[in-house]
């Protein structure tokens, strides 16, 4: 038996001095030559070889065929691409069919010189070199596109995260308010069953869903009293503005923002704006933030109102279901109802901005 720590080629044989077959590749790679089927299959669990040459012959496999040792090697998972060769003796058509159906990569016949033997090993190592170099190529390449990608992902929130301060700048308490709106957007994708993925994006957006406020005067926005109809229609812009700011992004997750911020005020019934759609004409993410943020907004304090108890709003989700909001969401947010009561005392809404 000839040692090597981690061996290039590793024979298999039934033959007591399996020399003659190692030395065709020991002067140019580390080579092991195993006279014991299961202590190769432990050789090759440790670390897969470029060449598995195979001679058939008694104690072998059951039949002595080496067909029963390559179905052996190919029900293991990391040597599926691995490089067989076989060594076998009988009818040439017939051994060759039936070892490429057992999953040798190639088979010769015994009666083959050893020199011939000996090329088409090599040519098999150089193979599997050269699949192994490609694959670890495209596992490099994959690793940098995904990090490539989890950077455009980060800084795509990034840019939210710091829309999200300039909203606070503009209006005291829209920091709270856009944290829980968030918080009860999960609620709501995960009663729908929503994967993690998308509600993670639905939420993230919806933080933007008022952002066009930011061109809406103080004198309005911060105003303590009712607006004036004229007040009330300068107000109501900024869904249309919103969605101006982010709509032509090149980001996914900013216009699925746009698309919230244009969207959160139509009513399931036809009566919202700046549309007036209907139904399900009202995309999925904004009929989910139209009832995260209504609810929101009940529960909050301002320096017009006091904020409502959690079962007076959840009450009037109830009583608008089908009305003002897409009865699915609201029976998906009511469904995660522990969940927004705990959101809601960990970040409370009791105070005025």
């Known amino acids: 038996m000839t040692n090597a720590a981690d061996p290039a080629v590793v024979i298999v044989t039934a033959r007591p001095d399996p020399g003659g077959l190692a030395r065709l590749f020991a002067s140019d790679y580390p080579t092991l030559a195993v006279t014991d089927p299961a202590a190769a299959l432990a050789i090759l669990d440790r670390r897969p070889a470029d060449l598995v040459l195979i001679e058939a012959g008694p104690g072998l496999d059951a039949l002595g065929t080496g067909l029963g040792f390559v179905r052996d090697l190919r029900r293991r998972a990391h040597l599926a691409q691995a490089s067989i060769l076989l060594v076998a003796a009988g009818d040439p058509a017939e051994t060759r069919d039936r070892a490429l159906a057992a999953g040798a990569t190639d088979v010769v016949l015994a009666s083959l010189d050893t020199s011939d033997l000996a090329l088409r090993g090599r040519n098999l190592i150089a193979l599997a070199r050269a699949q192994g170099a490609a694959e670890g190529r495209t596992?490099?390449?994959?690793?940098?596109?995904?990090?490539?990608?989890?950077?455009?992902?980060?800084?795509?929130?990034?840019?939210?995260?710091?829309?999200?301060?300039?909203?606070?700048?503009?209006?005291?308490?829209?920091?709270?308010?856009?944290?829980?709106?968030?918080?009860?957007?999960?609620?709501?994708?995960?009663?729908?069953?929503?994967?993690?993925?998308?509600?993670?994006?639905?939420?993230?957006?919806?933080?933007?869903?008022?952002?066009?406020?930011?061109?809406?005067?103080d004198s309005i926005l911060r105003k303590a009293g009712p607006l004036t109809d004229a007040e009330r229609t300068e107000m109501m812009q900024h869904a249309l503005r919103g969605y101006r700011?982010?709509?032509?992004?090149?980001?996914?997750?900013?216009?699925?923002?746009?698309?919230?911020?244009?969207?959160h005020h139509e009513r399931w019934d036809g009566g919202g704006y700046p549309q007036g759609l209907k139904g399900?004409?009202?995309?999925?993410?904004?009929?989910?933030?139209?009832?995260?943020?209504?609810?929101?907004?009940?529960?909050?304090?301002?320096?017009y109102k006091p904020g409502w108890p959690?079962?007076?709003?959840?009450?009037?989700?109830?009583?608008?279901?089908?009305?003002?909001?897409?009865?699915?969401c609201v029976a998906a947010f009511l469904s995660r109802w522990e969940d927004v009561v705990t959101l809601v005392e960990e970040r409370p809404a009791d105070q005025a901005a």
């Open 139 to 217: 596992h490099a390449l994959a690793q940098e596109v995904e990090r490539a990608l989890a950077e455009s992902q980060e800084r795509e929130r990034e840019i939210i995260r710091r829309l999200m301060v300039a909203a606070e700048y503009r209006d005291d308490q829209a920091g709270g308010h856009l944290t829980r709106v968030a918080g009860c957007v999960l609620a709501i994708t995960d009663g729908l069953g929503l994967s993690e993925e998308e509600g993670n994006d639905i939420a993230l957006a919806s933080t933007m869903h008022d952002i066009g406020k930011i061109g809406v005067a």
């Open 245 to 263: 700011m982010l709509h032509d992004s090149p980001s996914p997750l900013l216009r699925l923002a746009a698309e919230i911020a244009l969207t």
């Open 280 to 303: 399900t004409e009202i995309p999925l993410a904004g009929r989910i933030t139209a009832v995260a943020d209504v609810f929101d907004a009940l529960i909050s304090a301002r320096v």
């Open 310 to 328: 959690l079962e007076r709003a959840r009450r009037f989700l109830e009583e608008q279901s089908g009305a003002h909001f897409d009865p699915a």
